[in-house]
């Protein structure tokens, strides 16, 4: 059996839906920064930051999949994504596009369900850098390894 890299340590894949999901390259963050900032406006514009951020520390390496976090703030955040889902969801093709290395139309013929556990994932593997880009100012606890 061959051993993992320090790089497969650190920045494991993630087998979802027939995709390898990775955390971002600077590449695609570079990308997607126009993307994240305007999501960012969102979560401000609509005071879900701080639901936002419990859901991403929920996400932390040992608490589990992004399902089970998600299972666990349900309730919060189900109280808040009726009025975020129409805002959100036109920046999902381009996150998904940049993330996956899919075409805009692979991308646009995935169901919703599909979908939703796709971003989940992309979300989990890139909490950390979510948490930094949406919580300016909030300090994120460093991981003993």
Request: zero cysteines; hydrophobic letters at 45%; proline letters at 5%.
């Amino acid at each position: 059996m061959q051993a993992a890299s320090d790089e497969q340590i650190l920045f494991p894949d993630v087998e979802v839906e027939g995709y390898t999901i990775r955390p971002w390259t600077l590449a695609q963050a570079v990308a997607l920064a126009s993307t994240l900032g305007a999501l960012v406006e969102i979560a401000k514009e609509s005071g879900v930051g701080e639901v936002l951020w419990k859901f991403m520390d929920l996400l932390d390496t040992g608490q589990g999949d992004a399902k089970d976090a998600f299972a666990k703030a349900q309730k919060e955040v189900l109280g808040v994504l009726p009025g975020l889902v129409p805002k959100f969801l036109p920046h999902a093709p381009k996150i998904l596009t940049v993330s996956l290395g899919a075409s805009e139309e692979e991308v646009g013929k995935m169901n919703l369900g599909k979908t939703t556990v796709l971003l989940l994932s992309i979300v989990s593997q890139n909490v950390d850098y979510l948490k930094n880009f949406f919580g300016p100012g909030r300090a994120t606890a460093a991981k003993a390894s």
